[in-house]
């Protein structure tokens, strides 16, 4: 995904400007706040120069206003940024469940996992800590410079020279320095997880190959690498860091405020000796600002472009009326093009599927079959041509009565890790402990309904997925090679299941399968002869 196009930010906006009131409230507050704290410096200044009670209360109740106020604002902006994380969870999570398959299937799990969860938290700091922030960078420095200029003259501003020396190397020096090793150690540790990762799975096949040598060499030599890159890192860039934050220190800003105000009053003296500070202390925070900043960009970037990735078309037709005379909506694909990653999966392909029969879709591997049913389900978009559900065009179809309407089970044995129960509850929601018994038994498998399915093996997994073809109350089926994980006897009692689900309930049952004698079964047969073409 491209992350360094500027407009990609504008898919957030949405979910921003829900938080932008309570943030500008924020702001507000952490400006009254901040401004509060300075009046209270202020009369501790006056103090100096003349004990008063008056001036030691005003300051007390100016501390007690600012930090009542910083309160406020930090309570403000949380809250804002909650909304905006909530929405913005809604929105990705939503974007997520209508990409069309091929898409998803470019994110691996663990950048899904980072998208929806890692990168928007990396937001929390840009959002919720931006009024304090503009506080802090913005509204204090000014403030104190206006001040110190008023009381000591334009010399005051030398005592800006520590604060700009500590932003010019957080700014510029810092970053170049600080870059190459970044990126070293970022990918040093997901070489380590990848190695920690082998390691443990090599634990469990370890009675099959006798040893773990291979997995445990990589994790030693990846963990020795990120040693040698976080000395480097310290050497190079944190010792730089922390030798410019000791010289950057109060002594420093002291010496020179001390310079430029020594001919002044002992009020005018104090004056700059503590305001000169208020100018220093919000460079010295720059490191980690600029950290937050960075890190909440890249997030931002890669949400923005995730969002900025088409989606499947969605209709507003929510009902099909035109059934077919059994009940079952005639599912036909008419012309259909489609090419993935540069291969032409579809070219002008046209067929109808009769209702109320079993269809087996043939031909070799890699040609398509699989993409074809996901065309067929609406979970890829055809470059040309359309698919039409009792001749409605699938585009048109409201996402929710395309799901209604047309199930597919995928190849594989994919559970939640969940009783068996309530992963077919998903399916069927109503049915009762006996449907769901009955059902799992027309898959070809007998198991307690409360039996922890992601412990089961591949195949029970597979045949879990099968049930739900026989709990549905879509009136289209499509399964992905259901016989891979049976032997012959089941695979032929499996057939003749779905051949009574099609004829006696009147459904559109399509099936991909690589065997012959089943394929031979079914009552029409689409053989997939072409070849992927470039």
């Known amino acids: 995904m491209n992350t360094g196009t500027p407009h990609l930010y504008s898919p957030l906006i949405p979910a921003l400007r829900s938080a932008l009131a309570g943030l500008l409230a924020g702001a507000v507050c952490a400006t009254l706040s901040a401004l509060c704290m300075l009046a209270a410096l202020w009369c501790m200044v006056r103090l100096v120069g003349e004990v008063s009670l008056d001036w030691a209360l005003a300051a007390v109740a100016l501390w007690l206003s600012g930090a009542l106020l910083a309160a406020c604002a930090s309570w403000l902006a949380h809250a804002a940024e909650g909304q905006f994380s909530a929405r913005l969870r809604r929105q990705v999570a939503g974007h997520l469940l209508r990409l069309p398959v091929s898409t998803l299937a470019r994110q691996g799990d663990m950048?899904?996992?980072?998208?929806?969860?890692?990168?928007?938290?990396?937001?929390?700091?840009?959002?919720?800590?931006?009024?304090?922030?503009?506080?802090?960078?913005?509204v204090v420095p000014l403030a104190s410079i206006a001040l110190l200029v008023v009381l000591a003259g334009p010399a005051a501003l030398w005592t800006l020279l520590p604060g700009v020396l500590a932003a010019l190397y957080y700014l510029a020096l810092a970053p170049h320095m600080g870059k190459r090793y970044g990126a070293q150690r970022m990918q040093i540790m997901g070489e380590m997880v990848s190695a920690v990762d082998d390691y443990a799975r090599g634990i469990r096949v370890h009675r099959l190959y006798g040893s773990q040598t291979g997995a445990l060499a990589a994790y030693h030599n990846a963990a020795e690498a990120f040693t040698r890159n976080m000395a480097a890192w310290v050497g190079r860039v944190a010792t730089a860091a922390a030798v410019a934050i000791a010289l950057l220190q109060a002594v420093a800003t002291f010496a020179i405020a001390y310079t430029v105000a020594h001919q002044h009053d002992t009020t005018t003296l104090a004056a700059v000796l503590f305001f000169s500070l208020a100018i220093v202390t919000p460079a010295l925070r720059l490191g980690h600002g600029l950290d937050y900043v960075a890190t909440g960009r890249a997030a931002a970037a890669r949400l923005a472009a995730l969002l900025c990735e088409p989606t499947l078309p969605c209709g507003d037709v929510s009902s099909l009326r035109d059934m077919a005379s059994n009940g079952s909506p005639v599912l036909e694909i008419r012309d259909a093009q489609l090419s993935l990653d540069g291969n032409r999966v579809l070219d002008g392909l046209s067929h109808r599927f009769a209702s109320g029969r079993l269809t087996a879709i043939t031909g070799a591997s890699g040609t398509g079959k699989t993409s074809l049913l996901r065309v067929l389900a609406g979970l890829e978009s055809l470059s040309g041509g359309a698919v039409y559900l009792a001749g409605v065009e699938m585009a048109q179809l409201h996402e929710q009565a395309r799901h209604q309407t047309v199930?597919?089970?995928?190849?594989?044995?994919?559970?939640l890790q969940a009783t068996v129960r309530e992963n077919l509850a998903l399916s069927a929601p109503d049915a009762t402990d006996a449907q769901l018994v009955t059902a799992l038994q027309q898959a070809q498998l007998r198991i307690d309904l409360d039996a922890d399915a992601a412990r089961l093996s591949g195949g029970e997994k597979q045949r879990i997925g099968l049930a739900r073809a026989f709990l549905t109350t879509a009136p289209?089926?499509?399964?992905?090679?259901?016989?891979?994980?049976?032997?012959?006897?089941?695979?032929?009692?499996?057939m003749d299941g779905l051949h009574t689900l099609a004829h006696t309930q009147g459904k559109t049952v399509v099936l991909v399968t690589h065997d012959p004698a089943l394929a031979a079964r079914a009552d029409a047969r689409l053989e997939w002869v072409?070849?992927?073409?470039?």
């Open 407 to 415: 199930l597919l089970v995928p190849q594989g044995g994919d559970v």
């Open 476 to 494: 289209v089926v499509l399964l992905d090679e259901p016989t891979s994980a049976l032997d012959n006897a089941n695979a032929a009692r499996l």
């Open 530 to 534: 072409r070849e992927v073409s470039e």
């Open 111 to 138: 950048t899904l996992r980072r998208l929806v969860a890692d990168d928007i938290s990396a937001l929390h700091h840009m959002v919720a800590h931006l009024p304090a922030e503009v506080a802090t960078f913005i």
